[in-house]
């Protein structure tokens, strides 16, 4: 039996959920770059969710549902308030949270298709509520309920800001939820999808995938390409910083993927979104040392940069705090995660590999007094 390391190439699954062929990603058939530049967030989640995108009616109803469920039980908020927020991560305060919500749902263990898509609903609806409140918490300040008119995107960014944010954020937040809510079998999708092909809960699938969205290869590289930028500090220092980093043979966040070899899509996107945030501010510096970093890696090396690279500045120029920008990639992917655990409950059989075995010949047990 030979093994594949990291499964590169490996077809685990059929999904009917995203695609990414010949370096085109589409969500249930549309071109993100379509969706990216007309749809709304609920739109997509909809469309991830069932066959089609939804008419007026339909996301109106859709939206209203969201909205209803958009609050968290008082328990997650004073059990928030208990951890030692000096220094714990969000995805950790997350993962936690949302492992609670699971304590705080009475039909958390019913297993039929109707009540795990409204438990979706619940989950999808409560986790910008909680990632805003913790955020909200930890500085000292009291969580803001959610607003029942507002859409997802711009009702996250009220509750973070205490501030209905202005069309051109909105806009900017909405398309960056959407070009992040799927992604075909990445690491927390296929780690949802694991946890729950063993029948367990859906809270404890997304609980798992949040876990494995936490790390710096996968989501949590987003964080770290802000802390890189942060690090170099201006254009000037960039051939300094690469130089040193190459002879270290550091990874350099934010670029390459298993399997786009000749770009990610959803980066220009987030480029464009980059440069127009920035420009004519304070924050034009990050967009313009960004170009420089992505001009010098793609000569250098011969990658690209992924996802994670320009979203980067695009959360910190819309004011968000570091180490958020994970916790609202889990905010976006959810849709993806429940898309796919419910896909997954639909057809299910339990995800059980092998492995090559590459430890110790068979050998004698020898006695404990003998060793
Ligand atoms: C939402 C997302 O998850 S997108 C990805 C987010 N993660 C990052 O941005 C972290 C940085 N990137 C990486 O670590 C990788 O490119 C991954 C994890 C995304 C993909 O990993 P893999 O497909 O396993 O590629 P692997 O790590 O084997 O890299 C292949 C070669 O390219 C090099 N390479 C890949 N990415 C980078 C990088 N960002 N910086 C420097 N070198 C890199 C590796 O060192 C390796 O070189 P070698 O063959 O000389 O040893
Ligand atoms: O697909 C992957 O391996 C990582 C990625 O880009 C994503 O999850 O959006």
Redesign the pocket.
Known sequence: MASTK?L?GVVATTSAISSIVDGVLRYKGYNIDDLASQSTFEEVIYLLWNDTLPNKAELDEFRKELSLNAEVPEEVFRQIKEYPLDGVHPMAVLRTAVSTLGIYDSEADEMNEEVNKTKALRIQAKLPTVVAGFARIRNGQKPVAPHKDLSLAANFLYMLNDRVPSDIEEKAFNKALILHADHEL?ASTFTARVCVATLSDIYSGVTAAIGALKG????G?NERVMKMLSDIGSVDNIDPYLEKAFANKE????????VYKDGDPRAKHLREMSRKLTEGTDNSKWYEMSLKIEDIITKE?G?LP???FYSASVYHSLGIEHDLFTPIFAVSRVSGWLAHILEQYSDNRLIRPRAEYNGPEAREYTAIENR
């Open positions: 990291g590169e990445n710096p290869l996968h989501g590289a990874k350099i966040m934010g670029f390459g993927h298993r090396k990658l992924n996802v994670d």
